[in-house]
C-alpha cells in the first residue's frame, strides 16, 4: 500500500496498488506532465535530425577518413623512400625501424613483384609485433619505451588482413607524390592500405597502414558526444518548460479554489502574451463573477429586510380583527412568511459570510455534531473512523451535515453516521430506515422552501430551506449531495473532493 499526500486537500491517504503502479507509468507522466511533453519532444526531434542526418552522411564521412589516411600515408611513403635513395643499403633496415609508427610498419624487401597473399601476411606479422618491441631493439630497460596499446584485437589472425585485398590504382590526390612506378593495394576491408616503392640496388621500401574504422556510427564517439548535447539541451528544455507549466500551475490552483468558493488573491499578469492574456482573462472572470455573487447576494439580502416592515403592518392590522377565527388564520400565515423571511436572511448571512479555510480533522467534526445532535435526545450514532485531515470551511460544513442529520433524525427517527473514503473523493453518509423520498422527488427536494409535506405548519416541519443550504455549502467545496433510496429509507451523501 502506497501513501500521498493531496496539496489540496492536506490528505494522506491510501493509494490503490493500481493508482500506485500508474505513478511510476511513463505514459501517466506523459499525460499528465505538459513539461515532460515539451521537453520529450525536443529530444525526439534533436535525436531523429542528427541520427539521420549522421546515417546519410556515414558513408561519405568513412569515406573521407579513408582518403585522408591513404594521403598522409603516400607523402610520408615518398618521403622515406628519398631519404634512403641517399642512404647507404646498409642502413635502410635501420631507417626503416625507425619510421614505424602505431598505425604505419617500413620494411625493405628484394625488388621483385610479391604475391598479394604473401605480401598481407607479411604486414599482419609486422603488426601483430608491439611498437613497443619494434622500437627497443634489445635494449636494456624495456619499460623505458612508451606504452602503446595493440593495433590489433586478442584473437586476431591474419584472416582479418586478407578481407577484401586487392590492388589497387587511388586517386592523383590520395597518390601524393609517390612514384609513378610504386604499387598500391587495400586490405582489410579498406582499413589496411599499402605502398611498394622500387629503390636502387633492387631492393624495395614496403609501408603499411592499418587502423580499423568503427563499422557503424554507434562504435564511434558520436553517440556519446549526442548525448553530452541531449543533456545539455534537457537542462535548457527543463528550465523553458517550467516557465511554461508554471503559470498554468497556478492557473490551476487558482481555478480549483475559485471553484471552491474561495476568495484568492488575482493571478500575476506576467509572462509572455499567451499566459498573459490568459490571466488577464481570468482575472476578469473572477472579478465579475464575485461582483455577481454579491449583487444577487445584497438584493436578495434587501428585500428579505424590506419584507419585515410590511409584515408587522399587516401583523398590527391582523390585531384588529374582530373575529378570532380570521385573526388566527392570518396571525398563523404571517409567521410562516416572517420564518421564511428569516431563513433566507439565515441562507443569504450564510453565503456572505466570509470565513477562513484551514485543515481540520473531518471525521472529528462530524462525530462532535453527531453528538451534540444525540445529547438533544435525537437517535444518531456514528461509526468511528482513523483520523482525516481535511482542507474546508468548518462551520460551513458543520451546518451542512446537522441539517442532513435532523432531516433523517425527525422524519425517520433515526440516522447512522459514516464516513466512505474513495480515491478522488470523501463521502459523509448520512443512512436511515425511514418512509424515504418518492424517485421523482429526489431532486426537488434541494429547491428553496419545498417540502414534501404540504400542510407549511412549522411543527410538522421548518422553511424547507435545509436541504438547499446544505448543497450549497457542499457546492461552495466543489461538492454535492446526492441522495439514494434504500431499502428501507433513504441514504444522503455529501461528496467533497479530495
Known sequence: MTLAWSPVTGLRRALAPREAESRWNPVHWWRKSLAIQLLASMLLALFGSLTFGLYICWDEYKGAIQTAARTELHSRSAAVARLMEVTTPALRDELARV?????????????????????VDDAFARFHVPLRDLLDDGAEDASAAPE???????????????????????????????????????????????????????????????????????ATPLPLTLGLTAALVALVGAFTARRIARPLRQLTTAAESLGRGEAGPP?????????????????????????????????????????????????????????????????????EMQAMADATLALIRQETTAEATRTIDLCALVESTCADLAELGHDVTFEACERLPYRCRPDGLRRAVRNLVENAARYAGGAHVRLVTTRTSVEIVVDDDGPGIPPDKLDEVFAPFYRLEGSRSRETGGAGLGLSIARAIARQHGGDITLRRRAPGLSAAVTLPL
Not at 184 to 194: I, M, S
Not at 277 to 287: D, S
Open 267 to 335: 493571478l500575476c499578469e506576467c509572462g509572455p502574451d499567451d499566459i498573459r492574456r490568459t490571466a488577464e482573462a481570468f482575472n476578469r472572470m473572477q472579478e465579475r463573477l464575485h461582483r455577481f455573487v454579491e449583487d444577487r447576494t445584497r438584493m436578495l439580502a434587501a428585500i428579505s429586510h424590506d419584507l419585515r416592515t410590511p409584515l408587522t403592518t399587516l401583523r398590527l392590522r391582523a390585531e384588529l380583527v374582530e373575529d378570532a377565527n380570521l385573526q388566527g388564520r392570518m396571525l398563523s400565515t404571517i409567521d
Open 148 to 218: 602503446v596499446h595493440p593495433v590489433l584485437g586478442p584473437g586476431a589472425t591474419s584472416a582479418l588482413f586478407r578481407e577484401d585485398a586487392r590492388w589497387n590504382t587511388p586517386t592523383a590526390e590520395a597518390s601524393g607524390d609517390v612514384p609513378t612506378q610504386g604499387r598500391y593495394l587495400d586490405y582489410a576491408e579498406k582499413d589496411g592500405a599499402g605502398v611498394i616503392i622500387p629503390l636502387g640496388n633492387g631492393q624495395a621500401l614496403n609501408v603499411a597502414f592499418y587502423k580499423r574504422i568503427a563499422p557503424t556510427i554507434w
Open 99 to 119: 619510421n614505424s609508427t602505431q598505425y604505419t610498419r617500413f620494411w625493405i624487401t628484394p625488388g621483385v613483384t610479391p604475391d598479394l597473399g604473401t605480401w
